[in-house]
């Protein structure tokens, strides 16, 4: 999967991501623009300006990478949970767009997975999910028929979100 060699995209992942602590009532100026322009502005644009390349093969499957936090906000959240929600809407639409293509949409919101960004966190690398269960799903998804779509992957840590 990936680029073919006609040039085509066989998968899109939308994966860039930020992440701002605080709370709406404290966090820095511009958080919310910062994670809005980031978490979903990116994905947005470069869906935007593969679609044509991605649709000359009247198939493909378009990943986006969200968070937990599009379904349920919080603590310590703030701009980001609020930058989250539009992901329920963005895939979803496209979703229906891309129908007619043979272009399939799917949603991942995964919880706490263990990357670099929880390295000194003090969170024991055993609680949360590993970044290669995360790929195994996006792998399965991807090799159903072009008869099947899975919408939306929702993923967990097995003893739960993080408090």
Known sequence: MGIGNEGSIDVLVNNAGA???GSVHNEPDGA???MMAINMFSAY???RALIPVIDTAKSGHIFNMCSIASL???RNGGAYSISSMPWQAF???LREEMKPH?????TVLPGAVYTDS???SGVDSKRIMESRDIADMIYAAALLSPKACVEDIVMRP???DLP
């Open 19 to 21: 992440f701002v602590p």
């Open 118 to 120: 929880w390295i000194g």
């Open 158 to 160: 097995q003893l739960g």
């Open 45 to 47: 644009h470069v869906t």
């Open 72 to 74: 349920q906000a919080y």
């Open 91 to 93: 895939p979803g639409n």
């Open 102 to 106: 043979g272009i399939k949409v799917t």
């Open 32 to 34: 919310l623009e910062e």
